[in-house]
């Protein structure tokens, strides 16, 4: 649902700036009811105010692709810009040459680029969109490897009676490491570390 302010002052015009200032819109941007056009009165006397109702536009799929359209032209990329919306969750496939630059070492620079999509989609004048970026199936691809490390190493560690402690991950990354071995009897997984240093440590639990 769009955001809508209502706003009053001694013209419509001044309304209306200061309804756009609370949305942090522009003029283009918004929908205008002018519900009170205002008057001046007889020398002051009975003056009233203009009000008005200013609703955003929201259009998180524009949005989405202006911000990466503008991103990728300086970087002096061509890139195909796929956007399909379920509910409140946006889907977005990139596709084009080149396409390890934009996933990064274990996908940091994909993971970037989808917070900074998500930061341009989610201003605060609708409800929030949930945005997933993603190229070549990396995703899934990502996912995938990162359960079966998961299983090897939770093998491994029955075996040894070592715990280890994984290389830093995302948040997202480190919920498929605690989600894929949370029914193991004998292992246990927790994080330390700060953000964006955060790692898994996977270990035997310990005997009550």
């Known amino acids: 649902m769009s955001k809508t302010v209502k706003k009053s002052a001694k013209t419509t015009q001044e309304a209306i700036a200061l309804a756009l200032a609370e949305l942090r819109l522009s003029r283009d941007e918004v929908s205008i009811n002018i519900i009170e056009e205002g008057s001046k009165g007889l020398f002051g006397i009975g003056a009233k105010d203009a009000v008005v109702e200013v609703t955003a536009n929201v259009d998180p799929e524009a949005r989405a692709r202006d911000y990466l ?86 093998a491994s560690i029955s075996e040894q009676k070592k715990k280890i402690t994984l290389e830093p991950m995302s948040s ?12 193991y009897k004998d292992i246990d997984t927790y994080s330390i570390g700060e953000e964006p240093y955060r790692k898994v440590v996977i270990a035997l639990k310990k005997k009550q």
């Open 69 to 154: 359209e503008s991103i990728f032209a300086c970087m002096g990329m061509r890139i195909d810009i796929d956007i399909t919306r379920e509910d409140k969750m946006m889907k977005i496939n990139l596709s084009g040459d080149s396409m390890g630059i934009i996933i990064g070492k274990h996908g940091d620079t994909l993971d970037a680029l989808e917070h900074l999509v998500s930061l341009a989609v989610n201003r605060g004048d609708g409800d929030y969109v949930k945005v997933i970026l993603d190229t070549e199936n990396y995703r899934e691809k990502r996912r995938a490897t990162l359960v079966r490390l998961a299983e090897n190493l939770a």
């Open 172 to 183: 997202n990354e480190r919920r498929i490491i605690h989600s894929t071995l949370q029914n």
